[in-house]
């Protein structure tokens, strides 16, 4: 047997392009965890595990490569296997099964059908400088920039349904870390400004019982926005104020908030909104936004992608931690502090405090 050399043949590659291969294929990922919550498999399993013929008989699925398939589910850690039989991985019952108060299943619908194909305009976006509207148009996915995008969506009651649950999904695990990390003892009343159907001001108020919330948005998810409350058991303490950012006042409170949101705008906008923040604010109060922004040295991920996803989408963009520490100075906030969330993505809260 001939030994091995250390020795790298003249021009041969001196590494393997190991990361051009890992991101060239990524959307394999994406489609298989797509494909698994439509074929029903994840909700399939909730039941009790089965084996591939058992999934196949009552799924109808017919493919010779459904074992692949169910294999490669496990290798990517959404299902475990045992011999013959599958079943859901922890994190798949959880979030993935129809019915449970964190499913997900609509959110990856909402990413399949809407936010896939604006990325195939990428390259175009960054030719033209526009945000760009797949073409021909995939399904009765919204056209417009901006207001106009959730005008549209929010007009159409199935598109409003699967956008506020795609929302949701994306909103829990950051509502409870907002909960954890902000001190809310010394907090009697929160307004969730573009709030949606309440989501984060409903798991603030289960966190904590002292406080009352209103959420500030469209009028037309009122209707969502009341059937949620009830469902979180806080409808008691919640009310909801239908408006538009830049035509209406702000509902006034001691604390605002404002999540994923000014990323929808420009930096004349975002100053707007935060000036009549300032104002609805009471004193001696607190504005927040939180929302995924870069770092000085702009080297996270997450954020630079959220910031192409909005121009792609409603013509926003992202911005800095530091912007935004500078944009609330100048309305009048004082005490300007951040606060680096322990979600999954990395989320940033800048909070600006109103002089009594």
Not at 117 to 122: A, Q, Y
Not at 295 to 313: F, I, K, Q, V
């Amino acid at each position: 047997m001939t030994a091995p050399t250390d020795t790298t043949p003249a021009g041969a590659p001196p590494f393997a392009p190991a990361r051009i291969y890992e991101l060239s294929t990524a959307f394999w990922h994406s489609k298989m965890l797509v494909s698994a919550a439509e074929l029903g498999v994840f909700a399939r399993l909730a039941e009790g595990p089965a084996t591939a013929a058992e999934l196949a008989d009552g799924l109808g699925l017919k493919s010779p490569a459904l074992p692949e398939f169910l294999d490669a589910l496990v290798a990517m850690g959404m299902l475990e296997r045992d011999g013959d039989g599958y079943r859901n991985s922890a994190e798949a019952d959880y979030y993935l099964v129809p019915g449970k108060r964190y499913f997900m299943g609509t959110y990856l619908g909402f990413v399949d059908r809407f936010m896939r194909p604006t990325w195939e305009g990428l390259a175009e976006v960054m030719r033209t400088g526009s945000p760009q509207i797949p073409h021909p148009p995939q399904g009765d996915a919204p056209q417009g920039e901006g207001e106009e995008f959730f005008e549209q969506t929010y007009a159409d009651p199935q598109l409003q349904r699967m956008f506020i649950e795609a929302q949701d999904a994306l909103s829990s695990e950051l509502a409870w870390e907002l909960s954890r990390r902000i001190d809310w003892s010394g907090r009697t009343d929160v307004v969730d400004l573009g709030g949606a159907r309440g989501n984060v001001a409903g798991i603030l108020l289960q966190a904590h019982p002292h406080l009352t919330g209103t959420v500030f948005d469209m009028p037309p998810l009122r209707p969502l926005f009341d059937e949620h409350m009830e469902r979180l058991g806080v409808a008691d303490r919640a009310r909801y104020q239908g408006g538009d950012w830049f035509a209406d006042p702000l509902p006034e409170g001691q604390t605002l908030l404002c999540g994923h949101a000014l990323h929808n705008w420009n930096t004349e906008q975002r100053r707007t909104v935060i000036g009549k923040a300032f104002e609805a604010v009471r004193p001696g109060g607190a504005f927040m936004v939180y929302d995924l922004m870069f770092d000085d040295e702009r080297g996270r991920l997450n954020p630079l992608l959220l910031s192409l996803a909005m121009t792609l989408s409603v013509g926003g963009s992202g911005y800095s931690a530091s912007d935004c520490v500078g944009w609330m100075k100048d309305a009048g906030f004082g005490d300007v502090e951040t606060v680096a969330l322990q979600d999954y993505d990395g989320h940033t809260v800048v909070i600006g405090h109103k002089p009594e």
